[in-house]
């Protein structure tokens, strides 16, 4: 189980505990509506954000790097 998960029953709050891998929470017998989602931490938010900023500079340093070598070919005439 990834932390992140929040459920609510019959509305309110509960706290999701891990259960052999597997979200668990504690409902009271009868009929319940329960919702359980799933919420990106603020570490996942945040290494998403690092990883497409590295790929997004990665590609601009490809780039730049092979408009350099095409430039400095057409100077010595290669």
Same mark, same amino acid.
């Given at each position: 189980?990834?932390?992140? +998960?929040?459920? %609510? =029953?019959?509305?309110? #709050? =509960?706290p999701v505990k891990a259960n052999k891998g597997l979200a668990s929470i504690k409902i009271?017998?009868?009929l319940n509506e329960v919702t359980l989602k799933y919420k990106k931490t603020p570490l996942q938010v945040g290494t998403?954000?690092?990883?497409?900023? *590295?790929? #997004? #500079?990665t590609i601009v340093w490809? +780039?730049? /790097? /092979? /408009?350099?070598?095409? %430039?400095?070919?057409?100077? *010595?005439? #290669?």
């Amino acid at each position: 189980m990834y932390y992140g +998960y929040q459920a %609510t =029953v019959n509305g309110k #709050l =509960v706290p999701v505990k891990a259960n052999k891998g597997l979200a668990s929470i504690k409902i009271e017998p009868g009929l319940n509506e329960v919702t359980l989602k799933y919420k990106k931490t603020p570490l996942q938010v945040g290494t998403f954000w690092l990883s497409f900023i *590295t790929l #997004l #500079l990665t590609i601009v340093w490809l +780039y730049l /790097k /092979k /408009k350099r070598k095409l %430039t400095s070919n057409q100077q *010595t005439g #290669l």
